[in-house]
């Protein structure tokens, strides 16, 4: 039994790894994960930075875990995505314990797969951004909160508070652990002996979950920009008193827009597979699918309902509970596939086959079936892997990694230009923007080349002057361009290159300042 166990672990972790780093670095950087990684860059080369995410208003935990990384591997970009791979391997231990514990064994793996081939995951896990690792923290969250009730251990809890408490120095939908703690009660074995006495240990078990989390989270306050966090939030969330204002003024537009979301990245058939086990769990697992639900369907609609500024990203803590439920509409259709497979083989010529015949075409019908069933998924993350101009990713995502300004193509052939040009002489760089995609990129590669100066600028207009002054002095001058779509005529310049983003109608472009321009 052990033996199998470890072959199917052993099987799904090296799919799961193969999945994620095979051209792990083919989707350029892009703008968040730029920023992020610099700043990761600046808090290794002073430790007095170690908080420098919070002068945006973002928790820090992503950028302190990137540290390492950075001081282990070479490429940036590489060290910055291989922390959400890891990530990425907690919640896949994390779903296959959850589901194992709640539904069985069989459930437990089929959600590990799930969670492998996923479109979704399989995208976020390979981007250096702060999403998996929340995930990652949410799923285990959620499966200590279930040990809790069950087993209503002291140890469990001071486990589940650092669980929490990490999750809080990531991001702020981490609070949903919390607010989803109350859910335990579902759970409660409300027949037993002494009822009263283990619901008040449940209790206070939650309050020592919630004292400790806190607790950690006020490692924040060590550094004076902690309030940054809340200006940063509502600008993304409406306050109460707005929302009290006007209560369903986001509600209905953002369901739509999210839940076009889930369908895009989960695909047609695995939420087919997610209603037919929301329906199968309901009837035959009440309560724990009531209890998956909720920890998809409050911060759902809480995000509906308060969000202003929505990414696909943000759905994916809320969305991994749900993967249980798909494994269950899977495992009942090969419950119905059984039984009439049963009675087909008692009342037809099938009956008068040998027994290894029977079995042999009734494994090919299931294996065809589960063929069909994977089928669009597998092929939406083989897209992502090796052709992600060609994924069929929502647009807004499509905007961001691939087609727009955020999206970071040109900028390896940029730093390699600029790394030759400055074997010999000094060179200065201005970018478009003080902040984001360019200024961040260009010093993330070229921070140790003592040769090369870079400087943001904004607005573009307001360079050209300066620039100018600087290539007068005979010192090489370029401007690099993210978004504007050309050179002004007037400007003392000559594009050196242009490289097209996706495929959209935006380059970047590199133009180098003339000597004694005017």
Same mark, same amino acid.
């Given at each position: 039994?052990?033996?199998?166990?470890?072959?199917?672990?052993?099987?799904?972790?090296?799919?799961?790894?193969?999945?994620?780093?095979?051209?792990?670095?083919?989707?350029?950087?892009?703008?968040?994960?730029a920023i992020y990684i610099r700043w990761?860059?600046?808090?290794?080369?002073?430790?007095?930075?170690?908080?420098?995410?919070?002068?945006?208003?973002?928790?820090?935990?992503?950028?302190?875990?990137?540290?390492?990384?950075?001081?282990?591997?070479?490429?940036?970009?590489?060290?910055?995505?291989?922390?959400?791979?890891?990530?990425?391997?907690?919640?896949?231990?994390?779903?296959?314990?959850?589901?194992?514990?709640?539904?069985?064994?069989?459930? +437990?793996?089929?959600?590990?797969?799930?969670?492998?081939?996923?479109?979704?995951?399989?995208?976020?896990d390979r981007l250096a951004l702060y999403?998996?690792? /929340?995930?990652?923290?949410?799923?285990?969250?959620?499966?200590? /909160?279930?040990?809790?009730?069950?087993?209503?251990?002291?140890?469990?809890?001071?486990?589940?508070?650092?669980?929490?408490?990490?999750?809080?120095?990531?991001?702020?939908?981490?609070?949903?652990?919390?607010?989803?703690?109350?859910?335990?009660?579902?759970?409660?074995?409300?027949?037993?002996k002494e009822v009263g006495k283990r619901?008040?240990?449940?209790?206070?078990?939650?309050?020592?979950?919630?004292?400790?989390?806190?607790?950690?989270?006020?490692?924040?306050?060590?550094?004076?920009?902690?309030?940054?966090?809340?200006?940063?939030?509502?600008?993304?969330?409406?306050?109460?008193?707005?929302?009290?204002?006007?209560?369903?003024?986001?509600?209905?537009?953002?369901?739509?827009?999210?839940?076009?979301?889930?369908?895009?990245?989960?695909?047609?058939?695995?939420?087919?597979?997610?209603?037919?086990?929301?329906?199968? +769990?309901?009837?035959?697992?009440?309560?724990?699918?009531?209890?998956?639900?909720?920890?998809?369907?409050?911060?759902?609609?809480?995000?509906?309902?308060?969000?202003?500024?929505?990414?696909?990203?943000?759905?994916?803590?809320?969305?991994?509970?749900?993967?249980?439920?798909?494994?269950?509409?899977?495992?009942?259709?090969?419950?119905?596939?059984?039984?009439?497979?049963?009675?087909?083989?008692?009342?037809?010529?099938?009956?008068?086959?040998?027994?290894?015949?029977?079995?042999?075409?009734?494994?090919?019908?299931?294996?065809?079936?589960?063929?069909?069933?994977?089928? !669009?998924?597998?092929?939406?993350?083989? =897209?992502?892997?090796?052709?992600?101009?060609?994924?069929?990713?929502?647009?807004?995502?499509?905007?961001?990694?691939?087609?727009?300004?955020?999206?970071?193509?040109?900028?390896?052939?940029? !730093?390699?230009?600029?790394?030759?040009?400055?074997?010999?002489? =000094?060179?200065? !760089? &201005?970018?478009?923007?003080?902040?984001?995609?360019? @200024?961040?990129?260009?010093?993330?590669?070229?921070?140790?080349?003592?040769?090369?100066?870079? =400087? &943001?600028?904004?607005?573009?207009?307001?360079?050209?002057?300066?620039?100018?002054?600087?290539?007068?002095?005979?010192?090489?001058?370029?401007?690099?361009?993210?978004?504007?779509?050309? @050179?002004?005529?007037?400007? @003392?310049?000559?594009?050196? &290159?242009?490289?097209?983003?996706?495929?959209?109608?935006?380059?970047?472009?590199?133009?180098?300042?003339?000597?004694?321009?005017?």
């Amino acid at each position: 039994m052990w033996k199998r166990r470890v072959l199917i672990f052993t099987a799904l972790t090296a799919l799961f790894f193969s999945s994620r780093l095979i051209n792990l670095t083919l989707i350029p950087i892009f703008t968040d994960e730029a920023i992020y990684i610099r700043w990761s860059q600046i808090a290794l080369q002073d430790p007095v930075h170690r908080f420098i995410s919070l002068e945006d208003g973002k928790q820090p935990m992503f950028v302190w875990l990137m540290l390492p990384a950075l001081k282990l591997i070479s490429d940036p970009l590489m060290a910055g995505r291989l922390v959400s791979v890891f990530s990425g391997s907690l919640t896949l231990v994390g779903l296959i314990a959850l589901s194992w514990k709640l539904f069985g064994e069989k459930i +437990g793996w089929l959600t590990g797969f799930i969670y492998i081939i996923s479109p979704f995951f399989l995208l976020y896990d390979r981007l250096a951004l702060y999403d998996s690792l /929340t995930t990652a923290l949410m799923v285990w969250a959620l499966f200590l /909160t279930i040990l809790m009730a069950d087993f209503l251990r002291f140890d469990i809890a001071l486990i589940l508070g650092m669980t929490v408490g990490a999750g809080f120095l990531t991001k702020s939908s981490a609070q949903f652990a919390l607010i989803l703690l109350p859910t335990t009660l579902l759970l409660f074995n409300w027949q037993t002996k002494e009822v009263g006495k283990r619901l008040f240990k449940l209790a206070g078990l939650g309050i020592v979950v919630t004292l400790l989390s806190k607790g950690i989270e006020l490692i924040l306050r060590l550094a004076p920009l902690s309030h940054m966090i809340g200006l940063k939030d509502h600008t993304f969330i409406v306050t109460n008193q707005e929302f009290i204002a006007h209560p369903f003024e986001r509600l209905f537009g953002n369901l739509g827009g999210l839940w076009s979301w889930i369908q895009s990245y989960a695909t047609y058939p695995l939420m087919g597979l997610f209603i037919v086990g929301m329906i199968y +769990g309901l009837k035959r697992h009440k309560v724990k699918t009531l209890f998956l639900s909720l920890w998809f369907s409050v911060p759902f609609f809480a995000l509906a309902s308060f969000g202003k500024v929505l990414y696909p990203r943000y759905l994916l803590f809320m969305v991994a509970p749900i993967l249980p439920l798909m494994a269950l509409g899977i495992s009942w259709i090969l419950n119905i596939l059984d039984r009439f497979f049963e009675i087909l083989t008692a009342k037809t010529w099938l009956k008068k086959l040998a027994k290894a015949d029977r079995e042999g075409k009734y494994m090919f019908i299931k294996f065809c079936l589960l063929t069909y069933l994977m089928s !669009v998924p597998l092929y939406v993350s083989y =897209k992502i892997i090796y052709d992600p101009l060609s994924a069929p990713l929502p647009r807004v995502d499509r905007f961001q990694l691939l087609d727009d300004w955020p999206s970071g193509y040109g900028i390896n052939e940029v !730093v390699d230009y600029i790394n030759q040009r400055s074997k010999s002489e =000094k060179i200065f !760089v &201005g970018t478009e923007g003080t902040f984001g995609l360019t @200024p961040a990129a260009l010093n993330i590669y070229l921070k140790d080349n003592k040769n090369v100066e870079v =400087k &943001g600028y904004w607005p573009v207009d307001t360079s050209i002057r300066e620039l100018t002054e600087i290539a007068n002095t005979g010192k090489p001058t370029f401007l690099l361009l993210k978004d504007t779509q050309a @050179p002004k005529p007037e400007w @003392p310049v000559e594009i050196v &290159g242009k490289w097209r983003k996706g495929k959209g109608e935006v380059y970047s472009i590199l133009l180098q300042f003339k000597s004694g321009g005017q």
